[in-house]
T-cell receptor, first 113, second 111 residues
Framework: EAGVTQSPTHLIKTRGQQATLRCSPISGHTSVYWYQQALGLGLQFLLW???????NRGNFPPRFSGRQFPNYSSELNVNALELEDSALYLC????????????FGDGTRLSIL | GNSVTQMEGPVTLSEEAFLTINCTYTATGYPSLFWYVQYPGEGLQLLLKATKADDKGSNKGFEATYRKETTSFHLEKGSVQVSDSAVYFCAFTGTASKLTFGTGTRLQVTL
């Protein structure tokens, strides 16, 4: 069974640009979660999608957005990039909403120059 | 508010030593508890879980018991190996489904 896959592995952008990160969940999983792992800030919850709908959002500005497609894959978009957006962005999936374990991909390393 | 407190690292142990990483949580309701491990350059791997009070999660020689009375979920291993060197995260999910993480504890095991 393939795990959660994320692309690209690395992404280099400059301030003010826009970034798009992609995630494919484990087959059969309908919920997708996004987390930011920034140096010194730990792992912070960004967004949760289930059945194509945004279900919950962390304490991030509106320039962080995303969507979930009918095949349950997901995109995270970050507009007007700032230096402090440099981080590892992790995607996770779970088979249903609720307090079950989430399974993580290897992440996308976003670097802002 | 909801939070997880982990012992700060780094923790440096010799191979075959006993490991304890403390974790306490503050959460409403009855959260599910998890330990995740992150090896260098990789994402998070689920190490073990416990979904109700007094449950013991175990995997690869690691164990943790869900203690509701002390709101704790301490990670233990009887004999660590060099290959266990990684960052360990304690986490929980509640009704909102998102994971709340501790700050992580770096473990370094030496020969």
């Amino acid at each position: 069974e393939a795990g959660v896959t994320q692309s690209p592995t690395h992404l280099i952008k400059t301030r003010g640009q826009q970034a798009t990160l992609r995630c494919s969940p484990i087959s059969g999983h309908t919920s997708v979660y996004w987390y930011q792992q920034a140096l010194g800030l730990g792992l912070q919850f960004l967004l949760w999608y289930d059945e194509g709908e945004e279900r919950n959002r962390g304490n991030f500005p509106p320039r962080f957005s995303g969507r979930q497609f009918p095949n349950y894959s997901s995109e995270l978009n970050v507009n007007a990039l700032e230096l402090e957006d440099s981080a590892l962005y992790l995607c996770a999936s779970s088979p249903w909403e609720g307090p079950g374990p989430q399974h993580f991909g290897d992440g996308t390393r976003l670097s802002i120059l | 508010g909801n939070s997880v407190t982990q012992m700060e690292g780094p923790v440096t142990l010799s191979e075959e030593a006993f490991l304890t990483i403390n974790c306490t949580y503050t959460a409403t309701g009855y959260p599910s508890l998890f330990w995740y491990v992150q090896y260098p350059g990789e994402g998070l791997q689920l190490l073990l879980k416990a979904t109700k009070a007094d449950d013991k999660g175990s995997n690869k020689g690691f164990e943790a018991t869900y203690r509701k009375e002390t709101t704790s979920f301490h990670l233990e291993k009887g004999s660590v190996q060099v290959s266990d060197s990684a960052v360990y995260f304690c986490a929980f999910t509640g009704t909102a489904s998102k994971l709340t993480f501790g700050t992580g504890t770096r473990l370094q095991v030496t020969l």
